[in-house]
């Protein structure tokens, strides 16, 4: 069965580094999506990305973080300046077409700890 | 803001018992749910979808949605240790796939 996968698993990084999260949406979707999920918190969207460009984007998502889809396969998260309540598990998704009743899949996540 | 509102758990049920897990939704335009299962300290995993009003079943799983009461809920019949996880109900809000998440509700399925 078709998955998102997302590397790595685990992130530790000192405050004030740059981070790039990486993620391998499902091969047919077009619409590619970060959720973060600070621990004990609701899955909160950050952003999401259609034809190489930002569709959407929530007060969380900032100056500091940045999407690219660099190639025709990977999906990339980066964090700018990490600081220390960036540390969290961010999930990236993906869905085949745009619209409310569309499924959005998850990948594994990877867990970012800023110290 | 819109909003998807669960009651956090844990919520306790002998293996064997339905499990009735609810949510609320503040955003009357929303037409579908959708709920996911998250083990913990994994990913989220879509178990059920429902768009239209009433009841939509899937083995074990029944889903229903009234938007008269803005109001939509999971059944599992005859839960499993398995089962014990965290149940995440979400809604589309705004124009796109946005989704909005709940805070979960806490299943433990007690043998």
């Known amino acids: 069965e078709p998955e998102v996968t997302q590397t790595p698993s685990h992130q530790v990084t000192q405050m004030g580094q740059e981070v790039i999260l990486r993620c391998v949406p499902i091969s047919n979707h077009l619409y590619f999506y970060w959720y973060r999920q600070i621990l004990g918190q609701k899955v909160e969207f950050l952003v999401s990305f259609y034809n190489n460009e930002i569709s959407e984007k929530s007060e969380i998502f900032d100056d500091q973080f940045s999407v690219e889809r660099p190639d025709g396969s990977n999906f990339t998260l980066k964090i700018r300046s990490t600081k220390l309540e960036d540390s969290a598990m961010y999930f990236c998704?993906?869905?085949?077409?745009?619209?409310?009743?569309?499924?959005?899949?998850f990948g594994s996540g990877t867990q970012l700890s800023v110290l | 803001q819109k909003e998807v509102e669960q009651n956090s758990g844990p919520l306790s049920v002998p293996e064997g018992a339905i499990a009735s897990l609810n949510c609320t939704y503040s955003d009357r335009g929303s037409q579908s749910f959708f709920w996911y299962r998250q083990y913990s300290g994994k990913s989220p995993e879509l178990i059920m979808f429902?768009?239209?009003?009433g009841d939509k079943e899937d083995g074990r799983f029944t889903a229903q949605l009234n938007k008269a009461s803005q109001y939509v809920s999971l059944l599992i019949r005859d839960s499993q240790p398995s089962d014990s996880a965290t149940y995440l109900c979400a809604g589309p809000t705004g124009g796109g796939n946005k989704l909005t998440f709940g805070t979960g509700t806490q299943l433990k399925v007690e043998l």
């Open positions: 998704a993906s869905s085949e077409a745009e619209g409310r009743s569309e499924k959005l899949f």
């Open positions: 429902i768009y239209s009003n």
